[in-house]
């Protein structure tokens, strides 16, 4: 039994790191699953309450850094609201229409069409914006990755 617990809770992490290329799918969700899971067939005493309270806090910091990188990704490179919005849209509509690739093209695509469309942009500022759409995705896979691999690492510690 342990194993197969064992072996649920790695499957949580990983889908948790999935979800950060699929946006569509809740990270954090799938780590405190794997958490609840633990606590539910081995023991909670495990995890203090500080425990808790760190997690909360780290996602409240991922919440906050993935809003901020994706922001100053297209901020920096001078998109408006507009670009971030089409990205965005992008982001969620992707991966459905072409798995992976969609993730890389439609963010880019939908910023560029609202950068033209909405803000009248010429086509040399809507694609430069939306290469800041690009650079603030990853940055923000980056740093949610970051944080993602801190909470499951101080779990490790706890519990091992």
Do not use: R
């Not at 490179?77 to 690739?101: C, D, E, N």
């Not at 963010?107 to 694609?127: D, I, N, R, W």
């Amino acid at each position: 039994m342990t194993i197969i617990v064992w072996t649920l809770i790695i499957a949580l992490f990983v889908i948790a790191y999935i979800g950060l290329i699929y946006p569509i799918i809740p990270s954090v969700l799938f780590i405190f699953a794997g958490f609840i899971v633990y606590g539910l067939f081995f023991t909670f005493s495990a995890l203090p309450w500080w425990f808790w309270l760190g997690q909360v806090l780290l996602v409240i910091v991922l919440f906050a850094a993935d809003t901020i990188a994706s922001l100053v990704g297209v901020k920096a490179f001078g998109g408006t609201k507009a670009g971030m919005w089409g990205s965005t849209i992008g982001l969620i509509v992707g991966p459905f229409i072409i798995p992976f690739f969609g993730i890389l093209i439609f963010p880019f695509a939908f910023a560029v069409a609202a950068e033209l469309l909405v803000t009248k942009s010429t086509f040399k500022e809507a694609v430069y914006s939306g290469f800041g759409s690009l650079v603030g995705f990853f940055t923000s896979i980056v740093t949610k990755g970051i944080i993602q691999t801190i909470m499951i690492v101080i779990f490790i510690i706890l519990v091992v």
